[in-house]
């Protein structure tokens, strides 16, 4: 850890209103530059975007739904330099794809196939992670297309296996019969920044797009596999699943290709039985946190087993200090699951942030330690409880599934912290540190399912939102950001304190059982996801951890578009206890939480989006003094792409439009003066 002098707490802009408009609104004083967009060639060779559905080769363009990001400052000599301002590699995830706007009319046969191999290939390469250097020239920011260090990762990309579960049987797929290797990663949503200079790339809905039709249990219980059958229940792969835009449908021009057969999970009672001629493995290749090495365009990526397979939806590192195993932060985003933290069997050396084969370096802290599941008590306590196989009832006597190994453990962590009696949570999405304190913080973006019957200390709110008309309406229908301090302030700890930082709610409704922090209209919210900490410095090297928070959501989208907040926040128990009540359904509970002060002045709104939009990845310079932020699916809801519901970012500032495609991408966020953003 580095000496800090923590600088005035205050926030220095004017909040942003509430707005339905197509664009994207920052406060007076600051400009937007849109920086990389969909479909932005990556290569001098590739043709400029046309954004009629004809353009083709994604594999060398940027993706689509742009999601997590880290910027990482690149010397002259194309080294990591961590005071690099003006020129870096943006690493960010392209989540999904909003598919009707990526062919000329929208997707031919998605309703049952057989889809046509182009369409399947251009909407395959649209997901995955880009690599692409950024520069700052004479105060203004573009991508650099020629640049060597450009990449696309896509799903097809080879990867490698490390870590307990690498080399396992239910590894072994057609493509890698040894269970080593795999290809690719899909709906990359939230990210980790690495000390050593690496990006972390998080699987989250990768169930969605496998195929799995009726009868493949019978097969794989008579292969003697039925335990898969138990564990693909918990993962949501249930039998007669479609696959998301049907790619198992294409019939390739060449049949030895298996880009799209992978997708099919369903098991051949005619292939072998072990995996290694068909693809019913395929998802247990899915699901895991998988390291980049940005400044190695060659390197191959590597999926880092021992931090669990889930719906990850991001895995931040806490607070290094040297001679302390260092933990990393993740959450498990579905309805009802749990927040996770992997504790390094390694501790911290800090010669290893300028290490030169940084991969190897993640195979240090990433491949073997100690994975933890969170259960929050009502007292404001809660437990680390630790996912290994042999303790407890991770063993063979575990009556819901029988753990066979330290890989089974892995490769079903959601069965094994059912076990263990972990917090189900309202929807665990991003988590972030405090860099001064150390304080976790993990949004929960809300909980339709969450019933009054099932309100805990830590999920406190079940109701109907009086307001909203759409997304969830019901249950914790706005979210609220949870955090916790380890006890003794260490990254090692196996017990913390915890409580809630903030509720989102509309700032009109009731204070009693609804808008629990006391929103006003310069700071209310709802579903909070992407959560990041800064660190800005003023020039007197004072520094000022900035907590940014961006939504995603379903429950007040009639009242504005979603939005990015900036946050002071204080710490663990500086707001006390609170009763709450929630009735919903004819059932009445009431819970005493724990609660952070009334954010008041301290949280105020700093963006607002274009219509249709999610604000998702979040990154700056290290001086704090440009700000990367992405804009996923603006008009994703356009039934007909030639009559699209956004036009950004060509509406971007007003400016008049033809009816152009929306697309998402990389916004940079300046100050007029060059100052710090946000203080
Ligand atoms: Fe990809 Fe949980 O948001
Ligand atoms: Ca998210
Ligand atoms: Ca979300
Ligand atoms: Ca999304």
Redesign the pocket.
Known sequence: TVAVTVGAPALGFTAVAKSLADTVAVPSGYAVTVLYRLGDPLAASVPAFANDGTDTNFAQRAGDHH?GMTYFGLSATGTPDASANGRGLLVLNH?NISIRYLHPNGPTNLSSGPRPEAEALKEIECHGVSVVEVTQTNGSWSYVVQSSFNRRITPNTPMSFSGPVRGNAVLRTRYSTDGTTGRGTI?N??NGTMPWHTYLTCE??WAGYFRRLAGDATVRTNAGNSKQNESMRRYGITEGRTGNYLWATVSPSDASNITYARWNATASASLAADGTADFRNEPFQYGWVVEIDPYNPNSVPRKRTALGRM?H?GCQVGRTVAGVRPAFYMGD?AQNEYIYKFVSATPWAAADASATDRLAVGDKYLDSGTLYVARFNADGTGQWLPLVYGQGPLTGANAAYPFDSQADVLVNTRLAADALGATPMD?P?WTAVNPVTGEMYCTL?NNSSRTAARVDAANPRAYTDPKTTSGATTGNANGHIIRLRETGDTSEATSFAWDIYAFGAGSDLDPATINLSGLDASNDFSSP?GLWFGLPSNPSGQVTPVMWIET?DGAYTDVTNCMLLAAIPGSVGDGGTRTVTSTLSGTTKTVTTRIGKTPGATLRRFLVGPKECEITGIHSTPDGRSLFVNIQHPGEDAANPNQPTSNWPYSQGGAATSGQRPRSATIVITRNDGGVIGL
Do not use: L, P, Q
């Open positions: 999601d989540e709906n949503c939230a989250e809905n719906n939806e985003d929807r999405e973006t996801d995603d």
